[in-house]
């Protein structure tokens, strides 16, 4: 467990809440079935393709994710940085998909405070997804064994579970001990994977890659979706969805080269004279794949603006500036949710990561050398996130340039001590280049 006084809060708190919104909404998961998807990084994209493909199979489906609820026809937020919503929200939602569609399949995304505060207590999981298990909620969990035993509740209620197996082997030994009982399905590149991929193409924007089971081919697939790491959210889905045959190969094609990318990931939203990239990456191995993956298939320079959330696992936030100073040429560290913690101490602990990763500090003074590349693996402080964002549009990139903003994404709000005010990245890069007062 956490701690005591967490696991008390858990067990007369928030158990008793979830048992009583069951019994309120008349306990409507047990005319749904459910998908969940755990994991530190990846649970959105895998949620919302899992969703898409089965929607687009003609299976009556709906989804909770970070983004939104989708309930029948209609799209609701779920809430200020909440993934799970509290017990009473998330069940008032699931009997109003029971009343519409009886039998339908609902994909939840299961963060480890959810499962750990007992949200998605009462639900019955015909399978789970588990897509990796990196640093992150230390502030919370204290430990990466109590971390992943949250993510195991999940797995250890689910009948059919597909697991990245490419993941670190004594992670996956002891997911197989503790889940004896269940059909497990590992999926990823390596040979001994049910589920394997192979002869895989990535580019900027694409993906194609031919999928295997049991070594027989299944069929090619193409997406708009790029990366490694996305690949690894496809096959999730890929293998979530065929299997048992919920959706058929042809389906499965067809709906993945159909599929959008969902907004604030990987979102370009600016082509010329440079690109412009929103993303939510804002964990230390979601931002390394993400620069790295760029690194790989961008040319030009790679700008990251980022920052770490307050009252949040600091452990992460050196590790972060370090990374940045690996894959990126420039980085603007900056706010992102520092709720009641200085911002200044936030992005000074990130950029001694950045200067461990051999990246020294400018001064803004500096930007014009910068962006003739007269100045290069550097990095600036600039605590206002507009001004960063401004800072970084206006004076550092240069045609041909990638410069991605990290860590917000989706989120319409950034927190300052206990209040959430407005925010979006969209509009911020709109401010930034003069389309937007």
């Not at 790989?296 to 370090?322: C, N, S, T, W, Y």
């Not at 709720?339 to 200067?355: L, M, N, V, Y």
């Not at 989706?410 to 927190?415: G, L, R, V």
């Not at 300052?416 to 911020?428: L, N, T, V």
Request: with cysteine; proline share 4%; net charge positive.
């Amino acid at each position: 467990m956490t701690n005591w006084f967490q696991w008390f809060k858990n067990q007369f708190f928030h158990l008793p809440q979830a048992i009583f919104a069951n019994w309120r909404y008349g306990w409507p998961s047990h005319h749904l079935n459910f998908i969940g998807v755990t994991g530190t990084d990846g649970k959105t994209t895998t949620t919302l393709l899992i969703y898409h493909l089965l929607r687009e199979a003609g299976l009556a489906s709906g989804y909770v994710s970070t983004i939104a609820a989708h309930i029948g026809e209609e799209h609701e937020p779920t809430g200020l940085h909440v993934t799970s919503p509290p017990p009473a929200k998330l069940q008032k939602w699931l009997a109003r998909m029971a009343r519409e569609q009886p039998d339908k399949w609902v994909v939840l995304e299961a963060t480890s405070h959810g499962l750990d505060q007992y949200r998605l207590w009462g639900i019955h999981f015909q399978k789970a997804v588990f897509t990796n298990l990196t640093h992150e909620h230390l502030d919370y969990h204290r430990t990466m064994k109590n971390y992943f035993q949250a993510k195991m509740r999940l797995l250890c209620h689910a009948e059919r579970l597909f697991i990245n197996g490419d993941l670190d082997q004594k992670l996956l030994v002891d997911v197989r001990k503790r889940c004896r009982s269940k059909k497990i399905f590992f999926y990823g590149r390596k040979r001994d994977n049910i589920w394997q991929v192979r002869n895989v193409h990535l580019e900027f924007g694409r993906t194609a890659f031919d999928l295997y089971l049991h070594h027989q081919k299944q069929g090619h697939f193409q997406s708009r979706l790029t990366g490694t790491f996305n690949l690894y959210n496809q096959v999730a889905a890929l293998a979530t969805v065929l299997d048992q045959h919920l959706v058929s190969i042809n389906q499965a094609r067809t709906a993945l080269g159909t599929f959008i990318p969902p907004q604030g990931r990987m979102e370009i939203v600016v082509r010329e004279p440079f690109l412009v990239m929103i993303d939510f990456a804002h964990t230390p191995n979601a931002l390394e794949q993400l620069l790295r993956s760029l690194r790989q298939l961008h040319p030009g320079r790679l700008l990251v603006i980022f920052g770490a959330a307050g009252e949040r696992d600091r452990g992460k936030r050196p590790l972060m500036g370090k990374i940045a100073a690996h894959w990126a040429d420039i980085a603007v560290l900056t706010s992102e949710d520092p709720r009641s913690e200085d911002p200044q101490a936030i992005i000074k602990t990130i950029a001694r990561g950045c200067r461990q990763g051999k990246m020294c500090r400018a001064k803004k003074k500096d930007a014009r050398l910068v962006q003739q590349g007269k100045k290069k693996k550097v990095f600036f402080q600039i605590e206002n996130r507009q001004e960063a964002i401004n800072f970084a549009l206006r004076r550092l990139a240069r045609p041909g340039d990638l410069v991605v903003l990290c860590g917000k994404g989706h989120e319409q709000s950034i927190c300052y001590g206990h209040q959430e005010y407005p925010w979006s990245e969209h509009q911020a890069v709109k401010v930034a280049l003069g389309q937007k007062q």
